[in-house]
């Protein structure tokens, strides 16, 4: 089991409806700083709109998020920006704005109103990029990449604003095999060596096996289980969640759950 640590964030008994549908029901959980979770579901289980609760984007209508032991709602936009950095699943820049000025864009809770980027504002944009294997788009309009480029620079923008706290909605998604784990291990870099705390919806459960402390699924916009990861990937879980027939065996690399997934050819 993964050491206890200080709760950074405390949902209890969070619900949520657009109009009469409703998404997320009764959710409970607490997370612990300093690790790396996977959020993981099937599609439409309600995993966006935790994120956005768990980012204040949408006002709770039910239950109680806290973070850092108080109310998410009342901070306010700058100061939670000081602490949280959302990648979300998709996002529309609709400006030619340069890659470098889209990540510049996650220094913008540190800078003052009329005020020049500092040299460490630019350092931490520039180290990003480089992280992201971006640097030499930085010129380049945003609106003129590809899916794959633009999730790395949002990646990057999320880098740059340099909080202790990441949410990430799909982040590997349309990214190639190498981009996929520059950004997988960028992240558990930053949790094995600043102690930042990682929640990323995941669709690949190899991935997620990988790299993650532990694991939350959820089905219907139920918690159906959370915990370590060996514990919570089971091929039970995987028909019950996914209803997919797969076998778990340890990979001998990572010593991690490996997942052999079950199909016939027809």
Do not use: W
């Amino acid at each position: 089991m993964i050491e206890q640590k200080s709760p950074i964030f405390e949902v209890h008994q969070c619900s949520f409806s657009y109009g009469t549908s409703t998404v997320l029901n009764d959710i409970s959980f607490s997370l612990q700083a300093g690790c790396f979770y996977g959020l993981l579901g099937p599609n439409g289980s309600g995993k966006t709109t935790l994120l956005d609760l768990m980012t204040a984007a949408h006002p709770r209508q039910f239950g109680r998020i806290s973070f850092l032991g108080r109310e998410i709602g009342s901070y306010n936009k700058r100061t939670l920006a000081q602490h949280i950095a959302l990648v979300p699943q998709d996002l529309t820049i609709g400006f030619d704005y340069p890659v470098f000025d889209v990540v510049l864009m996650g220094r913008h809770p540190y800078i003052p109103r009329f005020a020049m980027p500092s040299r460490t504002d630019i350092d931490l944009v520039e180290a990003a990029l480089a992280e992201m294997d971006v640097f030499h788009l930085r010129d380049r309009p945003v609106t003129h990449l590809s899916g794959g480029e633009r999730q790395r620079v949002l990646v990057a923008r999320a880098l740059a604003q340099n909080t202790g706290t990441l949410l990430l909605d799909e982040p590997t998604a349309s990214l190639d095999i190498r981009h996929t784990f520059d950004i997988m291990l960028a992240l558990r870099r930053r949790v094995s060596t600043a102690g930042i705390t990682v929640i990323a919806t995941i669709h690949d459960l190899d991935l997620a096996a990988v790299f993650c402390d532990e694991l939350l699924v959820l089905k219907e916009g139920r918690l159906y289980r959370s915990g370590a990861v060996q514990e919570v990937m089971t091929s039970d879980l995987i028909h019950d969640v996914f209803s997919t027939e797969a076998d778990i065996s340890l990979d001998a690399y990572h010593h991690k759950p490996r997942v052999r997934y079950r199909y016939a050819h027809s």
